[in-house]
Nanobody, 124 residues
Framework: QVQLVESGGGLVQAGDSLRLSCAASGRTFSSYIVGWFRQAPGKEREFVARINWSGGNTDYADSVKGRFTISRDNAKNTVHLQMNSLKSEDTAVYYC?????????????????WGQGTQVTVSS
């Protein structure tokens, strides 16, 4: 089992940056795909980004491509999401989650363990 804890959220202005972190417990963390998802009020949870076990493969939603960067440090059991040029539409609760297979894609149902989320609010 893997336990995930997100941090780094907050209230920022449009154009600012934030760096989210996902800290994991469990010795097998380095073998998992790690994804970031977000859910805005009244909307469904949506995929943001994912990274494979080595960090060599990444994937982003079109809405964040070029602005967000996902990275991981397996020695520290941590995955980061660097968010630049934030927009009001990025406002949401951000969750990290883990999956076993890259081929599962960006579907949230493919992810096995989830954190509790961290709130990101971008004021315009």
């Amino acid at each position: 089992q893997v336990q995930l804890v997100e941090s780094g959220g907050g209230l920022v202005q449009a154009g600012d940056s934030l760096r989210l972190s996902c800290a994991a417990s469990g010795r097998t963390f380095s073998s998992y795909i790690v994804g970031w998802f977000r859910q805005a009020p009244g909307k469904e949870r949506e995929f943001v980004a994912r990274i494979n076990w080595s960090g060599g493969n990444t994937d982003y939603a079109d809405s964040v491509k070029g602005r967000f960067t996902i990275s991981r440090d397996n020695a520290k059991n941590t995955v980061h999401l660097q968010m630049n040029s934030l927009k009001s539409e990025d406002t949401a609760v951000y969750y990290c989650a883990v999956a076993e297979l890259w081929s599962g894609g960006s579907r949230s149902t493919h992810y096995k363990y989830w954190g509790q989320g961290t709130q990101v609010t971008v004021s315009s």
